[in-house]
């Protein structure tokens, strides 16, 4: 199994930055996706932005000039930067990694207008 620490979520005016941070531990040898996923309330989750071990990323349109995933291999972390951020982007932010299919347990975003 892979267990992933999430850290750097909180609380931030509309205009504003966060990083958030990701360190996956366990069975991570085979570990080659990592990225993150919110959930609003009300609202399904869906995937904010992901990056693989050769660096390839991708974004959810939403975020796309505004977020920034990167990865450090050698500490098995990934990062989400997050600037200009809006009201519409509070959520639950969970970070992911496969394979074996991993979960953090969440971080708590709040924008406020």
């Known amino acids: 199994q892979v267990q992933l620490v999430e850290s750097g979520g909180g609380l931030v005016q509309a205009g504003g930055s966060l990083r958030l941070s990701c360190a996956a531990s366990?069975?991570?040898?085979?570990?080659?996706?990592m990225g993150w996923y919110r959930q609003a309330p009300g609202k399904q989750r869906e995937l904010v932005a992901i990056?693989?071990?050769?660096?390839?990323?991708n974004y959810v349109d939403s975020v796309k000039g505004r977020c920034t995933i990167s990865m450090d291999n050698a500490k098995n972390t990934v990062y989400l930067q997050m600037n200009s951020l809006k009201p519409e982007d509070t959520a639950v932010y969970y970070c992911?990694?496969?394979?074996?299919?991993?979960w953090g347990q969440g971080t708590q975003v709040t924008v406020s207008s």
């Open positions: 992911y990694a496969a394979p074996p299919v991993g």
């Open positions: 366990g069975s991570i040898f085979r570990l080659n996706t």
């Open positions: 990056i693989n071990s050769g660096g390839r990323t």
